[in-house]
C-alpha cells in the first residue's frame, strides 16, 4: 500500500514559482513511475510530467521548459516556474508500480494505482 501526500499549493501571481512536494509512504522502490497530474475545473484530469521506472522523464507541451519533476523514494517533488493564469488546478501526485514497455502509457490516469489527495495552485493575473 502506497501512501501519497502533497503539500506546497497557493495562490500566487503570473510569473512566480511554486515548489510541490508529494510525501511517501508505503511499500515503494526506485523502480516506481512517479507522475504529477492537474485537474482544472470542468476539465480532464491531465498528465503534467511524469519520471517513469527507466528514468526518463516526459513533460507535457504546456508545461515543457517551466516545471521539472525531481526526487527520490521518499519525496517527490514539482518545481513550477513562470506559472501562467492557465495552469490553475488541483495538482496530484500519482504513483505506479506497473512496468508498461511503452512509456507513453504513462500519461493516462489509469495507469496509476496510488494518488495523493490533491492540492491546489491558483495562478492569478
Known amino acids: 500500500q502506497v501512501q501519497l501526500v502533497e503539500s506546497g499549493g497557493g495562490l500566487v501571481q503570473t510569473g512566480a514559482s511554486l515548489r510541490l512536494s508529494c510525501a511517501v509512504s508505503?511499500?515503494?522502490?526506485?523502480?516506481?513511475?512517479m507522475a504529477w497530474f492537474r485537474q482544472a475545473p470542468g476539465k480532464e484530469r491531465e498528465v503534467v510530467t511524469f519520471?517513469?521506472?527507466?528514468?526518463r522523464v516526459y513533460a507535457s507541451d504546456s508545461v515543457k521548459g517551466r516545471f521539472t519533476i525531481s526526487g527520490d523514494a521518499d519525496t517527490v517533488y514539482l518545481q513550477m516556474n513562470s506559472l501562467k493564469p492557465e495552469d490553475t488546478a488541483v495538482y496530484y501526485c500519482?504513483?505506479?508500480?506497473?512496468?508498461?514497455?511503452?512509456?507513453?502509457?504513462?500519461?493516462?490516469?489509469?495507469?496509476?494505482?496510488?494518488w495523493g489527495q490533491g492540492t491546489q495552485v491558483t495562478v492569478s493575473s
Open positions: 500519482a504513483a505506479s508500480g506497473e512496468f508498461n514497455a511503452a512509456d507513453s502509457l504513462y500519461a493516462i490516469p489509469n495507469a496509476y494505482s496510488s
Open positions: 508505503g511499500r515503494i522502490h526506485n523502480s516506481y513511475t
Open positions: 519520471r517513469s521506472y527507466t528514468g
